[in-house]
């Protein structure tokens, strides 16, 4: 089995096409991340944790958060762009965030596949559409079983 998924590095900058809009930012991880997850081939949506580390060049500049560990949901897709058929993911956290965290080191563990990548005929099918993976990923997570990977030592901040 693929899972668990580790991914870590600095968050991105994306095209900053409607994450914000549509109530759902995705924070972007660099390529050279990506590669734990050549073990998986298929786009769409999957779930697991996050963390977002404080500290930013050495410097910690999001005091209100405390590097704590939230459930997320993570777009999987090929970037077209790219002829090698690299993934590139672009992850949700579910927490309130007071300020954005670009260049803040990001890591998650990718745990479990919720649905394939779907085309949406309006932007309502797709805000439903999210909602749902987002409850999907809540009710999973609320397995005991999972907890071992939110205390993991992987997200220990002094790693
Ligand atoms: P971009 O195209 O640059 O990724 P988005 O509209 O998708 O723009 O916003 C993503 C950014 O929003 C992240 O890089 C991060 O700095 C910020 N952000 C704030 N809250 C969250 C959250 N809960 N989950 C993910 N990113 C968030
Ligand atoms: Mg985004």
Same mark, same amino acid.
């Given at each position: 089995k693929p899972f668990p998924i580790h991914l870590s590095g600095a968050v991105q900058h994306g095209f900053g096409r409607g994450g914000k809009d549509l109530g759902c930012p995705t924070a972007n991880l660099p390529d050279? *991340?990506?590669?734990?997850? *050549?073990?998986v081939t298929e786009a769409g949506v999957y779930y697991g944790y996050a963390q977002v580390s404080r500290e930013k060049d050495g410097q910690v500049i999001l005091p209100e958060e405390d590097g704590r560990v939230h459930p997320m949901v993570m777009s999987l897709g090929t970037?077209?762009?790219?002829?090698?058929?690299n993934m590139s993911a672009e992850i949700h956290i579910l927490h309130h965030f007071k300020s954005d965290f670009y260049g803040h080191p990001m890591k998650a563990v990718v745990l479990g596949y919720i649905r394939p990548q779907l085309d949406y005929t309006s932007r309502e099918a797709l805000i439903e559409d999210i909602e749902t993976d987002k409850r999907v990923a809540l009710k999973s997570l609320a397995?005991?079983?999972?907890e071992t990977y939110r205390v993991d030592g992987f997200f220990d901040l002094n790693n």
């Amino acid at each position: 089995k693929p899972f668990p998924i580790h991914l870590s590095g600095a968050v991105q900058h994306g095209f900053g096409r409607g994450g914000k809009d549509l109530g759902c930012p995705t924070a972007n991880l660099p390529d050279e *991340s990506m590669t734990p997850m *050549s073990s998986v081939t298929e786009a769409g949506v999957y779930y697991g944790y996050a963390q977002v580390s404080r500290e930013k060049d050495g410097q910690v500049i999001l005091p209100e958060e405390d590097g704590r560990v939230h459930p997320m949901v993570m777009s999987l897709g090929t970037n077209p762009f790219y002829k090698n058929k690299n993934m590139s993911a672009e992850i949700h956290i579910l927490h309130h965030f007071k300020s954005d965290f670009y260049g803040h080191p990001m890591k998650a563990v990718v745990l479990g596949y919720i649905r394939p990548q779907l085309d949406y005929t309006s932007r309502e099918a797709l805000i439903e559409d999210i909602e749902t993976d987002k409850r999907v990923a809540l009710k999973s997570l609320a397995r005991p079983a999972y907890e071992t990977y939110r205390v993991d030592g992987f997200f220990d901040l002094n790693n």
